[in-house]
C-alpha cells in the first residue's frame, strides 16, 4: 500500500486549494536562489526542497525542509514511500487549514487561468518522462495566436477531467522541436510522448490552432491516451539510462553532496 | 577497462544519496499511483490517468498566480534525474 505524501487523495484534494509549484532544481539560476532563501543548510542548495508558503511567496506556514517529512513528521530515507497514515493525514489537515486562513480570491469575469508551464521544451520532455505523462506543447510563432490558443485550452487543462494529467509547454520557434520525432513545422496543439530518458520525443498528435474549444477537448483526449508511459521501474531505468549512455546536464551546478561544497555530485565513500 | 566501468557505476548506485531517492519516491506520482492500484510501476496502460496534482513548472508563474488568485503556495522542488541519467525524479 502506498503511503506516501502526494499520492493521497486528501493531500490531492487539498492541493486544489493552493498554487502547486514544482520546481527542477539546477535549472535556473534565479529559481536557486529562490529555492536557498527557502532551505539550503549551510547555504548550500540541496536537491530537494519543500515548503508551504503564503501567497506572497516569502512567509513559511510550515517547517520548510527537503520533503513533506520535515513539516509533517514521518520516515525519513529509505521508508520515506511508506510513510504513517497519521503523518500524511496531518498534512491533508494542516492544507486544509491554510486553506481556511487563505481562501483566495474571487476570479474576475473571463479571466483566462495561466497554463501549468514549464520553462522550456528541453526540461519539459524530461518532466514528462520524468512523471511518465505525455507533454503538451502550446506552438505558433505569433504570440497573439498563442494567447488565443492558451485561452482555449486554459478551462480543459484545469477541468476534472484533465487536471494534473499531462505536461505543458510554450514553443514559439520550430527548432525547439529538433529532438522531437515527426514533428513537421505545424502551428497548433503538439501533443508529445516523451523517451524514456526524456532527451528526445515523438508526435503522437496535433491539433490545429483554431481548433474550437468542444472540438480541442475530445481530439486531446484521444491524443493523450495514445501516450504510452514507460514500463521500468525505477532501477530499471536508472540502469538502463546508464547503459544507453543517457546524460542530463543541469544549467547549474549540482551542489547538493557530502559536506555541503559546491560542486560535488553526490556523496563519496572514503577510499 | 570494462570491469573498472562496471566498478565504478555500481560504487556510483551504491553510493547514491538516500535522500535522492526520497525525491525520487516522493515526487514520482506515477510510481506512486500505480502502487496505490496495487500494479508495479510502469504498467498503466495508455491513456490511463488518474488524478495528480497540478503542478506550475516555474516559479515566476507560480508566484504570479498566487498573486492572481490569494492562494497559498505548495512548493517543492528536485532534480529530474540520477546520477545524470534524467526522465526520473
Known amino acids: 500500500m502506498d503511503r506516501s505524501f502526494l499520492s493521497d487523495k486528501d493531500v490531492i484534494a487539498a492541493s486544489r486549494k493552493f498554487v502547486c509549484v514544482r520546481l527542477a532544481t539546477y535549472e535556473n539560476a534565479e529559481e536557486n536562489q529562490v529555492l536557498k532563501r527557502m532551505f539550503a543548510p549551510g547555504g548550500v542548495l540541496q536537491n530537494t526542497v519543500f515548503a508551504i508558503l503564503a501567497p506572497n511567496g516569502r512567509t513559511h506556514l510550515v517547517r520548510s525542509g527537503r520533503s513533506p517529512v520535515w513539516a509533517f513528521g514521518g520516515n525519513r530515507g529509505p521508508g520515506i514511500h511508506t510513510q504513517p497514515v497519521s503523518a500524511i493525514k496531518n498534512m491533508a489537515q494542516t492544507m486544509q487549514a491554510i486553506a481556511r486562513k487563505y481562501p483566495g480570491k474571487a476570479p474576475a469575469a473571463q479571466e483566462s487561468v495561466p497554463l501549468p508551464y514549464l520553462s522550456d521544451v528541453r526540461l519539459a520532455l524530461n518532466v514528462a518522462a520524468a512523471d511518465r505523462q505525455p507533454l503538451v506543447a502550446v506552438y505558433s510563432p505569433d504570440s497573439d495566436q498563442r494567447r488565443r490558443m492558451e485561452q482555449t485550452l486554459s478551462p480543459i487543462v484545469w477541468s476534472g477531467q484533465f487536471i494534473g494529467t499531462a505536461q505543458y509547454v510554450a514553443a514559439q520557434n520550430k527548432t525547439e522541436f529538433k529532438s522531437i520525432k515527426g514533428y513537421t513545422n505545424q502551428t497548433g496543439f503538439v501533443i508529445i510522448q516523451p523517451g524514456t530518458f526524456g532527451l528526445t520525443g515523438k508526435v503522437i498528435g496535433v491539433i490545429p490552432a483554431d481548433t474550437p474549444a468542444a472540438q480541442l477537448q475530445s481530439q486531446l483526449a484521444s491524443a493523450l491516451a495514445r501516450h504510452t508511459p514507460s514500463r521500468l521501474s525505477y532501477n530499471q531505468h536508472r540502469q538502463a539510462g546508464v547503459q544507453a549512455g543517457a546524460r542530463w546536464q543541469s544549467k547549474t551546478p549540482v551542489t547538493d553532496g557530502a559536506g555541503g561544497r559546491p560542486g560535488r555530485r553526490g556523496r563519496r565513500r572514503p577510499r | ?89
Open chain 2, 1 to 89: 577497462m570494462g570491469s573498472r566501468m562496471n566498478t565504478h557505476t555500481t560504487r556510483r548506485i551504491v553510493i547514491c544519496p538516500a535522500w535522492l531517492l526520497c525525491g525520487v519516491l516522493l515526487l514520482s506520482p506515477s510510481r506512486q499511483d500505480a502502487q496505490a492500484q496495487g500494479t508495479q510501476p510502469g504498467q498503466l496502460r495508455a491513456g490511463q490517468q488518474t488524478a495528480k496534482i497540478a503542478w506550475h513548472g516555474t516559479w515566476k508563474g507560480g508566484l504570479a498566480e498566487a498573486a492572481r488568485t490569494g492562494k497559498p503556495i505548495l512548493l517543492l522542488s528536485a532534480a529530474p534525474q540520477c546520477h545524470s541519467v534524467p526522465g526520473v525524479w
